[in-house]
């Protein structure tokens, strides 16, 4: 009975001594900054002017597994300055530097301020607060969804935090380390087709298309030729409907309208067909089908990876494609008419006597028993 | 029966290439005058085995029939779920075939298989017409190639269903309906091969071709293969398989793909001239014809009517 009651009294002992070393890997961030003294409170938030409920409640506990879990809340939120705050204008915007982390390679704080003024200056580029036809447009956080579970940054294996703790002593920091690169070395890319359904997602939204098709003709300003149409023509492509099957080794949107000296950079940077720096400009064409298509030449470049059979698109092909059908239709409709003229007029044949008679029923023939008049 | 001139031309085609004395000339021509002239009368009454009579088609040609078959279908079927990848069963039937990633392998690899068929077809062709015109025996009238005939056959086939004619064409080995289904695949099997090709060698095509051509030639390309595809499989759903299963005397079907022969009624009601040079060729099956001629009391009779039914 003893033994049992110290059984349970370890067990519980080591059950706490579990949690504590569960909880201590989500570690919650330190509110140095005293912003947890309301934003704990899950109720905390209000209702914008367009209706939309807004939530300005932190989890610690959710915040400390995000990427931003080591920067303090006012690296980002600049226009804090005292508590309780006055109401936020612009907020959070990508490109602020933090004051508190310093990028470990040039010593300087760091910022996401390169790569956004990469983006600033692509066709997609915007500021935060955009009005018009920008607030159409991707901002950083459009496409950067940050997930909270990723499935690379599990807990690092035993024998890798076992080796790291002898020179570095904290477990945390090994961890914390071991999520960050493990994250970004293996493969966290979209796959091509969650990269069709992205792009997709703005290029595949009528409205807005057409109200950007429309702005530009008032504009008189220039369109890429397919730009109204760049989904479902590149659905109509071979690259479109494999990508579509799951299939990785055809070209999805990035691969030939990002540049591919740096994938990274390139796909902040996505220009007009028009711009001679594309890599779908008529310039750069050859050498972006290359990358793939390793024999093709300049006339290989001039095949159309978004086709259509659009009239304004491509007239010859609108064409072609009606005298397909046209001949279609009427060879079908010609032998199927011929073969039920044929079934219908040879009743006077005696169909249900060649059925009875006929001579495909059986090995043996049966015209034998009566002759026919 | 008194023949057609079409017709006498025929069987004297085919008594000087088989090099028919005058006694068997003699015995053919009897028997030819006991046939009745009312050929429906004539066919209905004769006794057929259902598997086949008359030589109609070589090893070659059913082995080559057995290929198209087996790879035309089995391309229709890997390739519609490619094609048309975003309808319902597209997803269920590439899953069904281990993924989109090994349906297109298969279409490849069946579309050499029918190549390689249509390169043998064009092989036995070539060396049977060689040996025929060697041997002198060699008709154009009896092969695939179309001829004006066939143009009158078709009006008379049309006038015989909408009953103005009382009597169907003297058609030959090969009828109209033959020739046009047979050159349509030959076309069709072409058209596919062709712009399959563009398909998996996109940069051969773009270096082969005019600069000006490329992109057209590569979008016409894209719309014949699935709009030929398409147009091949309602032919053969509608039309090969109407032809060769329910038309009236077919059903249900025709064993000549496989025994290679064809039954007696069906050469006498829609090849008869095929019929006459059988005739000539095979004293056995005038044999067997004058013994059925008599037992039917079919021998001689009035003069058929060509015009009213």
């Keep these: 009975m003893k033994n049992r009651q110290s059984n349970v009294g370890r067990r519980a002992l080591f059950g706490l001594a579990l949690f504590l070393l569960a909880s201590a890997g989500a570690r919650a961030f330190e509110d140095s900054e005293g912003c947890l003294v309301c934003h704990k409170y899950p109720r905390m938030g209000r209702i914008t002017e367009d209706g939309v409920l807004r939530s300005y409640y932190i989890q610690p506990q959710v915040y400390g597994k995000t990427v931003h879990r080591n920067v303090p809340c006012r690296d980002c939120h600049t226009e804090i300055k005292e508590l309780p705050h006055k109401p936020v204008k612009v907020g959070v915007t990508c490109n602020t530097e933090c004051h508190s982390i310093k990028n470990p390679a040039t010593g300087k704080p760091f910022s996401h301020k390169p790569i956004y003024d990469v983006y600033r200056a692509s066709i997609h580029g915007r500021d935060k607060l955009a009005t018009g036809l920008d607030a159409d447009k991707p901002y950083c956080v459009t496409c950067h969804t940050n997930p909270l579970y990723n499935p690379a940054e599990n807990e690092p294996p035993k024998q890798i935090v076992a080796r790291c703790v002898i020179c570095h002593e904290d477990k945390d920091f090994v961890t914390r380390w071991y999520n960050h690169t493990s ?121 159309d990876p978004h086709p259509t059979s659009l009239r304004a698109d491509n007239p010859f092909r609108y064409y072609a494609e009606w005298i397909y059908n046209v001949i279609g239709a009427v060879v079908i409709t010609g032998l199927v008419g011929l073969a039920l003229f044929e079934t219908y007029r040879r009743r006077r044949d005696g169909v249900a006597w060649l059925l009875r008679h006929g001579s495909s029923w059986r090995r043996k023939s049966r015209r034998g028993r009566d002759r026919i008049k | 029966m008194k023949l057609s001139k079409p017709a006498r031309d025929v069987l004297e085609t085919s008594l000087r290439q088989n090099r028919i004395d005058a006694r068997e000339r003699k015995e053919i021509e009897a028997l030819i005058a006991l046939l009745p ?181 590569q979008e016409l390309m894209r719309l014949s293969h699935p709009h030929e595809a398409l147009l091949a499989l309602l032919v053969i759903a509608f039309w090969h398989w109407y032809n060769v299963h329910l038309a009236p005397g077919r059903f249900p079907m025709q064993w000549t793909f496989l025994t290679g022969k064809i039954t007696r009624e069906h050469q006498i009601e829609e090849h008869f001239l095929e019929y006459l040079r059988n005739l000539v060729e095979q004293p056995q099956e005038r044999q067997a014809l004058l013994g059925m001629l008599e037992s039917r009391e079919l021998a001689g009779g009035p003069p058929a009517d060509e015009g009213v039914p």
């Design chain 2, 37 to 217: 002239a009312d050929r429906v009368l004539f066919y209905k009454n004769v006794v057929s085995n259902p598997l086949g009579d008359l030589y109609r088609y070589s090893i070659h040609i059913r082995i080559q029939h057995m290929l198209i078959f087996v790879t035309f279908l089995t391309l229709a079927f890997t390739g519609l779920p490619i094609h048309f990848f975003d309808s319902f069963w597209a997803g269920p039937l590439n899953a069904l075939l281990g993924g989109v990633s090994v349906t297109r392998i298969i279409h490849r690899t069946i579309a050499v298989i029918m190549i390689l068929a249509m390169a043998y077809h064009v092989l036995t062709l070539t060396l049977g017409t060689l040996a025929r015109l060697k041997a002198g025996t060699f008709d154009l009238r009896r092969t695939i190639v179309p001829l004006p005939k066939d143009i009158r056959d078709f009006k008379e086939d049309l006038l015989y269903f909408s009953g103005k004619r009382g009597q169907r064409p003297e058609m030959d080995k090969f009828n109209y309906k033959q020739k046009i289904h047979y050159f349509a695949a030959g076309f069709g099997n072409t058209v596919m091969v062709v712009s399959g090709s563009t398909f998996l060698f996109p940069e051969l095509w773009a270096a082969m071709l005019p600069a000006g051509m490329v992109a057209h030639w």
């Design chain 1, 183 to 303: 994250r970004r070395i293996r493969e966290v890319r979209r796959t091509p087709g969650e990269i069709v359904a992205l792009c997709s997602t703005c290029h595949d939204d009528r409205k807005m298309v057409a109200r950007h098709v429309q702005a530009a003709k008032a504009d008189g300003r220039a369109l890429g030729r397919k730009f109204a149409y760049a989904v479902d023509s590149y659905y109509e492509s071979f690259h479109g409907k494999m990508t579509r099957y799951g299939f990785t080794a055809a070209a999805n949107c990035l691969d030939c309208h990002a540049d591919a000296a740096n994938y990274f950079k390139g796909v902040h940077e996505i220009r007009p067909s028009r711009d001679p720096a594309s890599p779908v400009h008529a310039d750069q064409r050859l050498r972006t089908c290359q990358r793939c298509h390793t024999s093709a030449d300049e006339n290989y470049a001039r095949l």
